[in-house]
Nanobody, 126 residues
Framework: QVQLVESGGGSVQAGGSLRLSCAAS????????MAWFRQAPGKEREGVAA????????YYAGSVKGRFTISQDRAKNTLSLQMNSLKPEDTAMYYC???????????????????WGQGTQVTVSS
């Protein structure tokens, strides 16, 4: 089992930056993919960014590419999301998720992940 705890959310003005963190504990050696998702009120959860700890490959949604950076600190079992040039449309609850199966079709698909954190709120004002 893997447990995930997110932190770092908050309120910021448009154009600002935030850094989210996700602390993983438990059977972290079995993790094959880690990702950030977000869900705005009235909208479906969407994949934001993902990373393969094995290959270090990263994946980004088009809406955040060039503004967000996903990274993983293996020694600390921590996943991070650096968010720059934030926009009001980035406002959402952000969730950390992991997958413990190597083969994957879409690293940004919610259905690929089975372990989730509780979420951290990000609010961007105009």
């Amino acid at each position: 089992q893997v447990q995930l705890v997110e932190s770092g959310g908050g309120s910021v003005q448009a154009g600002g930056s935030l850094r989210l963190s996700c602390a993983a504990s438990g059977s972290t050696g079995s993790i094959e993919f880690m990702a950030w998702f977000r869900q705005a009120p009235g909208k479906e959860r969407e994949g934001v960014a993902a990373i393969s700890p094995r290959t270090r490959s990263t994946y980004y949604a088009g809406s955040v590419k060039g503004r967000f950076t996903i990274s993983q600190d293996r020694a600390k079992n921590t996943l991070s999301l650096q968010m720059n040039s934030l926009k009001p449309e980035d406002t959402a609850m952000y969730y950390c998720a992991v997958r413990r199966v190597l083969l994957i079709r879409d690293p940004l698909s919610e259905s690929e992940y089975n372990t989730w954190g509780q979420g951290t709120q990000v609010t961007v004002s105009s």
